[in-house]
């Protein structure tokens, strides 16, 4: 099954840094809309959405510095990976992956800029 | 996955299963293989056996044909006969607002035409428009036969022709829906008459075909690319469908949850969306969203993959970035779901919420915008030749990026405040779909019109169609910015003269009749007779990509051999290439069986595997599109009999074309392939491309599902009185005996599967026959549990979604039930046999997925109410 290929031939792993951010944001959104609705606890709500980011960027880090030795652009500085190789195949995956967890970063700093100036769920 | 983890106590004293034939032979072929002459009359023999084997049925049984050149076309036209229709319901609008006080249509009229032009521009044409282009190029790109299933193909067609005439026909009738395109309750379940049933059955039964659509171009994509295109190889166009496949998958079953519950409602008086009964109307906000804003990039992303694949032509180069451009279709897939309440900014939702979609909508713009640099980066380094495709690209990167930017103003939630509901959303979103698809889908028809119908369009029209179109837009939608900063709201049907509106809006009106003059002169040059022309050129703007080589004139095999593949660019970087595909040098070049074949290859690096044989014309996805399409539309007018007979007679026909043309034993177990392979014929589980399907329609199945358990949480975060206090619960015991027996069911289909690998054929039909019974217990403890203690659906939103989780757990079981019974008469028949068991696979993986359902239902319905 998928989670069994190596990384190096997988596009589950290729995606994993987004998918971070997608399950970061629908907790941060679920958590939200429940203690706001039933409790009103605006603070509460934003220490559990900083202590989801932290947990988050550290998760998409350690992806990014798996992709980011994958794609091992140091090693030539190459970045058009194009042909039929195994090692081309690696390098781009790797590229990608790497790529999409800068935007990932990025996504879910983002999300997390509410919860440092809005202070209050109304 | 639990198969791999037997006792193995067990496994020691079963008999062996039965291994699988494994390809044999050289992969990947040497120069020197490649560079071995074919003698030529073998070549001539076998492209007859092809031909034949390829031939599309002519006279009144043409419309039988599957293959994908013909599918694909009556698809794309028909979605453009769609565009068309409801384009002229835009102009219809545009002259009553031309001048204020107007009279030329109803208020009634007015509503109708602003909702199936919106509906109809969405479902009737732009998602399909994508479906059908890619139907009918993607296996060209690739160097395919066909698309893995082609009568899936056929079928999907079928289906949205019906549903496109019967809901844009319910115009003609005056009974269209009224409430817009996205169909706000309380006004649309309160709507009288038919026009919400049709949107909502209608469209729903389009979805369907939309989906189908959505998992034959995922698994075309990833099993179906030609030996050694690896994934780092693929043509930019194959990555977007893939990801817009995805997108699909996950963004489209919400939408049909919602309808289900909205249909439920408008039906059967349950009240979901009735907040006098506990329901809540925001929660279909919520669900249509979910759906309405991937929505959007699921139709940006497959026209900006058309400019991806014409931008490297133009500029006589590599694409700039490939690496960025699969990073921005891939982050924007994934970004695009996070954005949805911002078309809820005004519904107070808590503040913070608000700038969480704030924040993602700002954060999707890094992705979409890296693509566009890439364009341009490629453009700048290239040689560049203004091809009259390009013409079109580049108005769309113009157009696209006005709407772009006044997106970003729009995401933030204090300005969209102001404008929400008027006309520079119009604006804004009109920019968004027209740069963003209309004009790189005309770019895309100019530049691959020589290969799909070996003609060119013309050079001179499609010029004067271009500055029309771009022209007339701009006149149209650029004043419509004013306008709504003056404060005109959407969906009036007149206005007061006098507050500024009237020249704005005449001049929007004049704008638009010269947009609809640019898209006549294209349609003419479309559809124009072109019997005097000479054939096109062969590449005609010297592309590198392998729909280039396709044949002149037109040959139905789609490749007289499929290639080997080393190179982004084969007709580029790849001497000699052309020749040895024309002459039958690689794959499969020969159709011995006189069977219709294609090759599939591993996922990643695409290493040969099977030769798959696909189905040819058949009458039958027509047949069960006609009784599909009953089993929706007699609903509309309360025919349930009527509705429950065309489905049981859409299933049988189903089985029937399953039956007589899927998973065949074959002749022999591997063939000869070509170049010294030896490829099995006959593949099971998740080397088969219908393992593949199972597992993608099952994702999007289990988000539909998801979507209805959203709502449980959803009415419990929403509303104080959710359970309501001293509600009836389901019966426990009952649902206790259901979770037990479907598990049970579960459990014996995968062991009869285990059992039928190991030769104990008896053995295998009494655990399928057991779990068919055990199902068909599940279905009745099921019911039960929510019978017993008389939850009565219509009194309260809450037993009226536990009724619903039980009706669509229930519906599932079916199908399950189905499946086991059907492997248990292919067992009797000999089609289902040790080595030949894909459709036990099947089964057993679609039961994986029914048993996560089942469990989640009960859990849901049993323990959950007790325990909030």
Known sequence: MFWRQPRDRSLWHMILAPTIWALHFVLVYGVTAVLCAKWDAADLARLTIFASTAVALTLIVAVGRGAWRQWDYLDGWDDIHDRPTDNHRRRFLGHVGFLLSLVSTIGVIYVTLPAVFVETCR | ?868
């Open chain 2, 1 to 868: 996955m639990t198969d791999h983890s037997r006792d193995a106590g067990l496994a020691r004293r079963l008999p062996e299963a039965v291994t699988q034939p494994e390809p044999v032979g050289p992969f990947p072929p040497t120069d020197e293989m490649l560079a071995v002459p074919v003698d030529p009359a073998l070549s001539r023999e076998q492209a007859d056996r092809l031909k034949q084997a390829w031939h599309t049925p002519q006279g009144w049984r043409y419309l039988s044909a599957v293959n994908n050149t013909e599918v694909g076309v009556w698809y794309s036209m028909t979605a453009f006969g769609f565009m068309l229709a409801a384009g002229v319901l835009a102009l219809l609008m545009r002259v009553q607002l031309a001048v204020p006080e107007n009279d030329f249509l109803s208020a009634e009229r007015f509503n109708q035409f602003f909702t199936m032009h919106g509906s109809a521009m969405m479902f009737l044409f732009a998602v399909p428009m994508f479906e059908a282009i890619s139907i009918l190029l993607l296996p060209a790109l690739l160097g395919a036969r066909d698309m893995p299933f082609p009568r899936l193909s056929a079928y999907g067609y079928w289906c949205f022709l019906i549903g496109g005439f019967f809901v844009l026909g319910s115009v003609l009738f005056g009974v269209a829906p009224e409430g817009g395109w996205f169909m706000y309750p309380p006004l649309s379940t309160e709507a009288e008459g038919l026009g919400p049933d049709i949107w909502l059955l209608g469209l729903s039964f389009i979805e369907v075909a939309s989906i189908a659509a959505a998992v034959e171009l995922i698994v075309g994509t990833v099993k179906c690319r030609p030996p050694g295109m690896r994934i780092n190889l693929m043509p930019l166009y194959a990555w977007y469908v893939l990801v817009v496949g995805g997108m699909i998958l996950f963004a489209f079953p919400p939408l049909i949850a919602g309808d289900f519950l909205f249909e439920l409602q408008r039906s059967f008086d349950w009240p979901f969306f009735d907040p006098e009964r506990g329901g809540d109307p925001l929660l279909w906000q919520h669900l249509f969203w979910i759906f309405g804003h991937p929505e959007v990039y699921i139709i940006f992303l497959p026209s900006i993959a058309v400019a991806a694949m014409i931008v490297p032509t133009a500029a006589r180069r590599p694409i700039m970035g490939y690496s960025w451009i699969v990073l921005s279709a891939v982050g924007t897939g994934f970004l695009s779901f996070g954005l949805w309440v911002h078309h809820m900014f005004t519904t107070g939702l808590p503040m913070l919420s608000l700038g969480f979609f704030s924040a993602a909508s700002e954060a999707v713009v890094i992705p979409t915008g890296v693509q566009l640099f890439a364009f341009v980066a490629t453009l700048i380094v290239g040689r560049v030749k203004i091809i009259l495709p390009m013409l079109w690209i580049a108005g769309a990167l113009a157009v696209f990026t006005a709407g772009g930017l006044t997106g970003v103003m729009l995401a933030l939630a204090p300005f969209n405040w102001q404008v929400h509901d008027t006309y520079f959303i119009v604006a804004h979103l009109h920019y968004t779909l027209f740069g963003g698809m209309v004009f790189p889908i005309i770019g895309g028809v100019y530049y691959f019109y020589p290969s799909i119908r070996k003609k060119k369009l013309s050079e001179r029209l499609g010029r004067w169609s271009f500055w029309l179109t771009f022209t007339g837009f701009n006149i149209t939608f650029l004043p419509m910015h004013l306008t709504g900063l003056k404060g005109m709201p959407r969906r009036v049907f007149t206005y007061p003269g006098d507050i500024g509106w009237d020249w704005l809006n005449l001049v929007s009106t004049l704008g638009a009749f010269v947009v609809a003059a640019g898209i006549l002169v294209f349609a003419w040059d479309l559809v124009r007779p072109k019997g005097h022309q000479p054939l096109a050129a062969r590449n005609p703007w010297n592309g590198g990509t392998l729909e280039w080589s396709h044949d002149v004139p037109a040959q139905a095999w789609g490749v007289r051999s499929v290639p080997y593949v080393r190179s982004r660019y084969p007709l580029w970087d790849d001497p000699g290439f052309l020749e040895r595909l024309d002459a039958g040098r690689f794959y499969i070049p020969d159709a011995p069986e006189g069977l219709r074949e294609t090759i599939v290859t591993s996922a990643i690096d695409a290493r040969p595997q099977h030769v798959a044989r696909i189905t040819g014309p058949s009458w039958s996805p027509m047949v069960a599109a006609v009784f599909t399409g009953g089993a929706f539309i007699f609903p509309t007018f309360k025919w349930y009999l009527a509705a429950g007979i065309s489905g049981a007679f859409a299933v049988a026909t189903v089985i029937y074309w399953l039956w007589t043309a899927t998973a065949r034993v074959p002749e022999a177990p591997t063939k000869d392939a070509g170049l010294g392979l030896r490829l099995p014929t006959y593949v099971s589980g998740p080397k088969a491309p219908g393992w593949w399907a199972v597992f993608i329609t099952m994702l999007g199945d289990a988000t539909a599902f998801a979507s209805l358990v959203f709502g449980v949480f959803f009415y419990w975060t929403a509303r104080p009185d959710f359970p309501p206090a001293g509600a009836e619960h389901a019966d426990l015991r009952a649902v206790a005996a259901a979770a037990a027996a479907l598990t049970l069911a579960w459990a014996t289909t995968l062991g009869a599967r285990e059992l039928n690998r190991r030769t104990l054929r008896r053995a295998a039909r009494i655990l399928l026959g057991a779990g068919a019974a055990l199902a068909a217990a599940g279905i009745a403890a099921l019911i039960l549990a929510v019978r017993l203690p008389e939850m009565d659906p219509t009194s309260h939103v809450y037993p009226a979604i536990m009724w619903a989780l039980v009706v669509w757990t229930v519906a599932h079981i079916g199908a399950g039930l189905i499946m086991q019974l059907y492997c248990l008469a292919g067992s009797f028949a000999g089609r289902l046999t040790p080595r030949h068991d894909a459709d036990l696979w099947n089964t057993t993986l679609f039961w994986h997925f029914l048993v996560v359902t089942c469990l989640v239902t009960a859990a849901v319905v049993g323990l959950l109410p007790r325990a909030l």
